[in-house]
């Protein structure tokens, strides 16, 4: 049901209206809740939202995701005015990875090309010589010559998955999401029994012994990809369940268990950062044009280059 403001007008109308008014676009990852992923222009993982942020020709962009999504959409068009509606959205695994530490570390194993994952700082970027995201991590490492060596960060769990993929010299950062460490072997082992015929589905992100009991690991948008093409019925995903708004709306004839998290009093497996989003919270923001992601220039430029060796590396291996 859209909400509705003093006056009867809803604050969906109100943000169509300003999106137009304002040449605005909103890029909503798939982690927010169904009502903001149905008025958002463009709905993605994070390369996908990336990619857009990278080439439209709107003056402003509103992200509707975590704060180092909408930084990266000011690296890659740093012309236009972008727009975060809570700059409480941080994200635990870009926390994990301070910049100073990870100058040190990298000082500390000279000689190692420097990946790191999407959800990171500015300044971790800028520290960086090519960025990766879930969906493209493995193509990325692979394109790189055999026997080269790597640090990966700031996710230990996807970096061990990518050395498992890939046999890669890498040492990885010891950073983790608090949302995909929530998901536990036993809880799956249970869903499992009570649907025998369900396909389970996981995030890279995901600890190893939930990754070893998977049907299909990949990013959100391969989980994605895949329930549209399998010809399962049933799906347990272990990911954020914001993702489950689009399955459904995908592939409505088939059903979708998340699983829950290890603490079952909580709420914990939906990513409390995401969700300080809010319907009401990106009116406001279009409408104050406030708050916005401001960026020092030299980090701008800094991070700029291993965003776009990402991009361009993806757009070669047909991501
Ligand atoms: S789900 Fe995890 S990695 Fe993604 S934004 Fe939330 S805390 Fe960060």
Known sequence: MALVMNGGTSYINEIKRLKEEKNAIILAHYYQTGDIQDIADNVGDSLALAQKAASNDADIILFAGVKFMAETAKILSPEK???LPDMAAGCSLSDSCN?????????????????????????????????????????IIESLPEGEKIIFAPDRNLGNYIIN??????????????VHEEFSLEAIIKL???YPDAKTIVHPECELPVRMVADFIGSTSALLSFIKKDNGEIYIVATEPGIIHQMVKARPEKKYIPVPPRDSTCACSECNFMKLITVKKIYECLLNE?????????????ARKPIVRMLEISEKAGL
């Open 81 to 83: 005015k972008v727009l």
């Open 99 to 139: 910049p100073a530490d990870f100058e040190k570390f990298i000082k500390d194993n000279p000689g190692r090309t420097v990946i790191t994952y999407v959800n990171t700082s500015a300044e971790v970027k800028a520290l960086s010589d090519i960025i990766c995201t879930s969906s493209n991590a493995v193509k």
């Open 165 to 178: 993929q890939t046999g890669r010299d890498m040492l990885v950062w010891n950073g983790t999401c608090h």
């Open 192 to 194: 499992k029994k009570q």
């Open 290 to 302: 406030k708050p916005e992601i401001i960026l020092d220039k030299n980090i701008i430029e800094r």
